[in-house]
Nanobody, 124 residues
Framework: QVQLVESGGGLVQAGGSLRVSCAAS????????MGWFRQAPGKEREFVAA????????RYADSVKGRFTISRDNAKNTVYLQMNSLKSEDTAVYYC?????????????????WGQGTQVTVSS
């Protein structure tokens, strides 16, 4: 069993930056593909970024490519999402998730463990 806790969300102006973190407990994160998803009010949860267990292979949604960077520190059991050049449409609750798949997956159904989410609000 893996428990995931996100932190670092908040209010930021458009064009600004924010880094959200996801700390794990219960088991080491090094065995899992890790992903970030987001859900805006009235919308479905959508994929944002994912990274394989080594931290080498990453995938991004087209909407965040070039602006967001996912990374992980397995020694700290933590995954990060650095968000730059934020836009109002990035406003959402951001969730981290852990997958037992061997390679990066982008569908939420591929993730077994989820955090409770952290709110990111971008003001225009």
């Amino acid at each position: 069993q893996v428990q995931l806790v996100e932190s670092g969300g908040g209010l930021v102006q458009a064009g600004g930056s924010l880094r959200v973190s996801c700390a794990a407990s219960g088991r080491t994160l090094s065995s899992y593909v890790m992903g970030w998803f987001r859900q805006a009010p009235g919308k479905e949860r959508e994929f944002v970024a994912a990274v394989n267990w080594k931290g080498v292979t990453t995938r991004y949604a087209d909407s965040v490519k070039g602006r967001f960077t996912i990374s992980r520190d397995n020694a700290k059991n933590t995954v990060y999402l650095q968000m730059n050049s934020l836009k109002s449409e990035d406003t959402a609750v951001y969730y981290c998730a852990a997958s037992e798949y061997l390679s990066v997956v982008i569908g939420p159904g591929g993730y077994r463990y989820w955090g409770q989410g952290t709110q990111v609000t971008v003001s225009s």
